[in-house]
């Protein structure tokens, strides 16, 4: 067992490290939240796992962690892209920006 | 009704937290998921509580999650190669899409969702409309970018929740 927990203590870590060198390759904070969201989830799932795994009395606390990263992590995201979007801040390069479309006609309020 | 369901709620939460069988911590956590109920118990429970009763709405529960599961792995390899990839190959924007489901509960599954799966944020929810920042952005039309975001999860949350 100690053996699989460290193998999904650097699985974890791997990820982390990703979603570290997203931040600093993504043009702008859009972008730069989604490197940010999805790697650091996966990174501290497989980071509590490994702890799991190598001491199986944490199991179900564990199992909550996880449950609450999952239930509040897209939230907080959600919640600081939405304030940086009523700041003003553009998107760098953009097909298409609905958000602001509809906020200049008024469906949504500024 | 809705005290004793959302008694027996928070009685898991606790006893998933102590992980312990000891009966101190057993008459300790009925005795404060009891009080907590009294207090919070119609928001923990709902409007409906039979609704937690139904077995199809826990059966679409599971097969949501084993398909949750899915989505945030293809959401994970997917962002990753993203970020190793020379060029990075990135064509992001914010399109908006419709969703059917009405409950508050619902919409808020559906935007936590949509924020854990490949290459998606919710930016807002307005009425029946989510804005979603797209980093690859597939189609610019409402019909293209529901069908690829909102569909997969929907028919799971229309069962479960509606």
Do not use: C
């Amino acid at each position: 067992m100690k053996i699989v927990g460290e193998i999904f203590l650097i699985i974890g870590s791997l990820f982390l490290f990703l979603s570290a060198l997203g931040l600093l390759r993504m043009p702008d904070v859009y972008n730069r939240m989604q490197a940010g969201t999805k790697g650091t989830t996966f990174g501290a799932f497989f980071s509590i796992l490994g702890v799991m795994a190598m001491r199986p009395e944490w199991f179900l606390k564990g199992l909550s962690i996880i449950i609450f990263i999952l239930l509040t992590n897209p939230l907080s995201s959600h919640a600081l892209l939405r304030a940086t979007h009523r700041l003003g801040v553009p998107l760098a390069k953009k097909a298409i920006d609905a958000y602001a479309e509809d906020k200049e006609k008024g469906i949504v309020e500024k | 009704m809705r005290l004793l369901l959302s008694t027996l709620v928070l009685f898991l939460l606790w006893m998933m937290f102590v992980a312990s069988l000891d009966p101190q911590e057993i008459v300790t956590g009925l005795f404060v998921a009891f009080f907590t109920s009294l207090i919070t118990g119609s928001v923990i429970a709902g409007k409906e509580p039979l609704k937690w009763l139904s077995p199809k709405r826990w059966f679409y529960f599971f097969l949501f999650a084993l398909y949750f599961i899915k989505e945030l792995t293809l959401a994970n390899l997917d962002v990753a190669y993203r970020v190793i990839h020379p060029r990075l190959p990135i064509n992001p924007g914010i399109v908006r899409v419709k969703t059917k489901l009405k409950t508050p509960i619902a919409k808020l599954v559906l935007a936590n969702s949509i924020t854990m799966t490949p290459g998606t944020i919710t930016v807002d929810v307005h009425g029946d409309t989510l804005y979603i920042h797209w980093i690859d952005v597939k189609g610019k039309d409402v019909e293209t970018a529901t069908k690829n975001i909102v569909e997969g999860f929907e028919k799971y949350l229309e069962v479960i929740f509606e």
